[in-house]
């Protein structure tokens, strides 16, 4: 039998090139550069300065539909399809996230795309890459060590602490520490209370990171951060602490994008790391506005489903960066929609279309909701060696039935050849004329209308219900008129809804809002839904478990 590499495998075969090679093929030059290493580096805000008199290449957004067990593929197809406009003369630039450890160790085993469409040097993307996620952990626990040191040196800004709302972060995956009590020990250790963590990639830091559009930028959000209420209901935030630039020294590095590349040399901009389903999902502004300058085309992806990613790309990222995508991609998989159809995982192997029709009613729902923000769609079908013909056929025309246009995709046993189908279809739909910006709702909607149009709109629920606590937190905002702003939704990934049980399309439901938090820094109001968790845990059998390496220093485990 003939052995198939797995992705570390074929990571550890390609041949790199030299980072300051992968720079030149972008028209940046060695002292654009920040190297770490022979593979790896960051771009100087210099250089982004220096281009951006260029005009913006087209935007391509990869989203996909809701995820499952049987996997979807969407990182490996924003590399593959990025690989294939290359192999066709065309100038395009990967801008993705950066993987955060808790996953990487937890149930991914990894982040950096698969197969021959991935971006190297995978074993350092997926690790410890060039320290942004431990800048980001380090400026957010610098402030939550502010917060209570103010306590116990005097407390003059009369904060509250019943009501601090900064959380302590790391970037793992640690159920043991979502509640937890900090300050004992005595007089000596402060004022004992209630705490909690969130892993990093949920910590305001990253949103702000990656909303931000240059250092002053960065710096002047997180000094608007709010970090607990006074004696008088009244935000304390970050800038009145004192340590706003401290923070900004611990990020001065963080800030500037990574340059790497993927396994056909195609250059990759990974930056930023927020999770779709407890942040907004995207990666750095300051990234894909660089690859619109740098490139034709800049292939950039959002987390999870288009319920969560893409409608936070559309409804926040875009509104705050005056971006717009050319046209969206849908991922979406034979495996995948016969879960959504209700299959179970161990019988995906047996060809069912009538389950891949069932299935089908999700994707649908995506496209329709993309559809909504007035910008060209089509479905990428990503092919598993286990997917029938009659399946593959059956797909397309239930896409063609539905009035979308349809791609294969083979990028991830061929790389970017098997990206061209995707690509040629781009490039038709971004052929046509650019209409302006058009948002889901308004800022100065009240939250409860903001979030109803989500719901209703892009879930396909029937309304919201607010727990007391949810109501009491926004009639708070509205009061100190901190209630115009976007709103970032925290939901379960694997369902349009806020129960992870339901698969594919479902109608009728509603959802719950247990906690309303706002981000000043970031510039959005957090609703948490269902009992979504900003701490993951570890699965019973975590990827780390499988996870090695030899005396030569080669790893191996990640997948």
Not at 8 to 34: F, N, S, V, Y
Not at 124 to 144: E, K, R
Not at 389 to 409: K, P, Q, S, T
Request: overall charge neutral.
């Amino acid at each position: 039998m003939t052995h198939v590499l797995s992705d570390i495998e074929i990571a550890q075969h390609t041949r790199l090139k030299k980072i300051t090679d992968i720079a030149a093929q972008i028209g940046l030059t060695e002292d654009d550069l920040e190297v770490y290493g022979k593979y790896k580096a960051k771009i100087s805000f210099e250089a982004i300065k220096r281009v951006q008199s260029r005009a913006d290449g087209k935007l391509i957004l990869v989203t996909a539909i809701n995820p499952t067990p049987a996997g979807e593929g969407k990182s490996m197809t924003t590399i593959g399809l990025a690989q294939a406009f290359n192999r066709m003369g065309h100038k395009a630039i990967v801008a993705m996230r950066e993987p955060s450890l808790g996953p990487v160790f937890g149930i991914k085993g990894g982040a950096a795309g698969g197969g021959y469409s991935q971006v190297l040097p995978m074993e350092d993307i997926n690790l410890h890459f060039t320290g942004d996620m431990h800048a980001v952990t380090a400026a957010n626990n610098l402030l939550a060590a502010a917060v209570d040191n103010h306590v116990h040196q005097g407390n003059a800004l009369r904060i509250d602490v019943r009501r601090v709302i900064w959380k302590r972060v790391m970037d793992m995956n640690d159920r043991a520490l979502r509640n937890v009590t900090v300050g004992l020990g005595g007089k000596v250790c402060g004022f004992p209370r209630e705490d909690h963590f969130m892993i990093t990639v949920a910590s305001e830091i990253m949103a702000i990171l990656c909303l931000a559009g240059d250092l002053p930028d960065l710096k002047r959000r997180m000094a608007a951060v709010t970090v607990a209420y006074d004696l008088d209901g009244k935000p304390v935030t970050a800038g009145r602490l004192g340590v706003a630039g401290a923070m900004a020294v611990l990020m001065k590095d963080a800030v500037k994008p990574n340059l790497v590349q993927t396994t056909e040399n195609t250059a990759a901009l990974v930056h930023g790391g927020p999770f779709a389903n407890i942040a907004h999902g995207c990666n750095s502004v300051i990234a894909t506005k660089l690859a619109l300058k740098l490139g034709d085309i800049a292939v950039t992806e959002a987390g999870f489903g288009a319920d969560l990613g893409a409608e936070k790309f559309m409804n926040i990222k875009c509104r705050f960066a005056g971006l717009k995508p050319d046209v969206v991609v849908i991922v979406a998989t034979v495996r995948a929609l016969k879960m959504h159809g209700g299959i179970k995982k161990a019988d995906l192997q047996t060809e069912n279309m009538d389950a891949l029709k069932a299935g089908f009613a999700n994707l649908a729902k995506h496209i329709e909701n993309m559809r909504k923000f007035d910008v060209p769609v089509f479905v990428a079908i990503n092919r598993f060696l286990t997917d029938t013909d009659g399946e593959l056929a059956c797909l397309r025309e239930l896409c063609e039935g539905y009035g979308v246009d349809v791609a294969l995709n083979d990028c991830w046993a061929e790389g970017g050849a098997g990206g061209t189908e995707m690509a040629n279809l781009a490039l038709r739909l971004m052929g046509g004329e650019k209409t302006p910006y058009k948002p889901l709702y308004e800022l100065d909607e009240s939250i409860a209308a903001k979030l109803k149009k989500i719901v209703t709109e892009i879930y396909g629920g029937k309304g919201i219900i607010f727990e007391p606590k949810a109501t009491k937190q926004v009639r708070e905002l509205e009061a100190l008129g901190l209630d115009k702003m976007p709103v970032c939704v925290a939901k379960t990934q694997y369902s349009l809804s806020d129960n992870a049980e339901l698969l594919g399309a479902p109608q009728g439901f509603t959802i719950t809002v247990r906690d309303v938090r706002v981000c000043t820094g970031a510039g959005f109001i957090v609703c948490e839904t269902g009992n979504i968790m900003t701490m993951p845990g570890l699965p019973k059998v975590p990827a780390a478990n499988r996870m090695d390496i030899d005396e030569n220093g080669t790893i191996t485990g990640l997948f």
